[in-house]
């Protein structure tokens, strides 16, 4: 048979970059050829050649509630009758922001853009203008969008900047950006005591999605919200990922340290493009029109995507939501952890609310350096074995992984089972 997958990104390359949009669809961590999605509905997606595969990715994880919920496509339906985009001001912004601000108590006040990269850059711009100060903290690892000031890797030392990650970012943009190493504590100490009265902000993924699954420690996390208070430089948390994925208050939520400010994106669209960030009153009215910092977008609170989003929203504060979705969660990690052990193959997980990652290591990593320690060649044997099988997950293994409303016990059970398969074959 031949296969429509092949035929599609041929013709793909010819007109779009790598055939992708976004650079992990193009399959070059992994080898092969991308997965073309013709269709999706509940836990699963078809592509080209209409192969059936149980979705671990949901849209990177916006798809929460699976795809195609019911209460979700109606809003959306309703709302595309009454028109696509105005330029104007809806009511249905003010209701998206005032759910947002029940669900985040952090939160006094909140802007809505249309990506999580916009909305990491706009949080950015927006500390700085209100601390008056240009210099930042990020850690290895963390990923906050594509914006120039954010695609930085580690200096040569702590008394350094970072050093750009892609071509087009020239050195003086990130010149202001310190690195530091993931939960590094002693690292954490000597870059305020030497930048500290210079940084406007330190942002961080308190539960990282982007070197797969890493957790800050209770402790870390902690220190970062002490640190920034004592010298005066605001905590953003950036919850692109976690926000309403790993429980209905977010990664703030299950390490309990507030943030100076929050970014949101994903799963507050439920599949739109839309973001948000957001924080306490004297903070976001620094923001146009009321303040100087200036921050504009044509689409931003687009009719649509906030139908989208308050629908999605309305769902996941449904009373039992999470503790069923956890559960779900912790089934699949438990079970390939049992699978991996049965047949002797390093292997360790983690999860909370609807994300996981999962690691080809006994230990489960603190930081970037570690993950990158991980066997490629293993992770895209597992990778390619379970795409066969019909079981799709990130094409790298530096992301982590996404379970649904929509998943259920019997596609869990499918799961471990082809994994174990592999395992066993390897």
């Known amino acids: 048979m031949t296969d429509q997958n092949d035929i599609l990104f041929e013709r793909a390359r010819a007109v779009i ?25 509940g836990a699963y997606f078809w592509d080209a050649n209409d192969k059936r595969y149980i979705d671990y990715i949901g849209s990177w994880g916006p798809m929460i509630l699976g795809h195609g919920h019911p209460a979700v496509v109606e809003a959306v339906q309703k709302a595309v009758l009454e028109g696509f985009s105005y330029g104007a001001p809806t009511e249905r912004e003010i209701e998206l922001a005032e759910a947002i601000l029940a669900l985040v108590p952090s939160m006094d006040m909140v802007r809505l853009v249309s990506s999580g990269t916009e909305a990491a850059m706009s949080a950015l711009r927006l500390a700085r203008g209100a601390t008056g100060r240009k210099s930042i903290i990020k850690f290895e690892g963390c990923y906050h969008g594509h914006a120039d000031a954010l695609l930085v890797k580690a200096g040569s030392g702590l008394a350094t900047f970072g050093n750009p990650t892609s071509a087009g970012v020239p050195p003086e943009v990130v010149q202001h950006t310190v690195v530091l190493e993931y939960n590094n504590l002693q690292q954490l100490e000597e870059a305020f005591a030497l930048h500290g009265n210079d940084l406007a902000c330190l942002m961080i993924e308190a539960i990282a999605g982007n070197m797969n699954f890493v957790r800050a420690t209770p402790e870390f996390a902690k220190r970062c919200r002490e640190l920034c ?22 990664a703030q939520g299950v390490l309990g340290v507030k943030p100076d400010l929050t970014v949101l994106g994903k799963v507050i669209g439920g599949g739109m493009p839309l973001a948000a960030f957001g924080g306490p009153r004297a903070i976001m009215e620094q923001l146009a029109p009321l303040g100087p910092v200036y921050q504009a977008g044509t689409l931003s609170g687009n009719p649509v995507a906030t139908a989208c989003g308050l629908a999605t929203l309305k769902e996941i504060s449904k009373p039992g939501f999470y503790e069923a979705l956890g559960q779900k969660t912790r089934t699949l990690v438990d079970g390939l952890k049992a699978a991996a052990a049965a047949e002797g193959q390093p292997f360790n997980a983690d999860s909370e609310g609807g994300m996981f990652g999962f690691f080809l290591m006994n230990d489960l990593p603190q930081n970037y350096a570690t993950v990158m320690t991980t066997d490629n060649a293993q992770f895209n044997a597992l990778f390619h074995g379970l795409l066969e099988r019909g079981v799709y997950i990130a094409p790298a293994l530096y992301e982590a992984g996404f379970v649904s409303a929509a998943h259920t016990d019997e596609d869990i059970a499918a799961t471990i089972e082809a994994a174990r398969d592999i395992f066993r074959k390897r």
Do not use: C, W, Y
Request: no cysteine.
């Open 17 to 41: 970059p790598g055939g992708v949009n976004s650079p992990v669809r193009a399959f070059k961590a992994v080898g092969g050829t991308p997965r073309f999605i013709k269709r999706a509905q």
């Open 229 to 250: 208070t004592q010298h005066g430089a605001l905590l953003i948390f950036d919850e692109v990922m976690t926000g309403f994925r790993v429980g209905l208050h977010g």
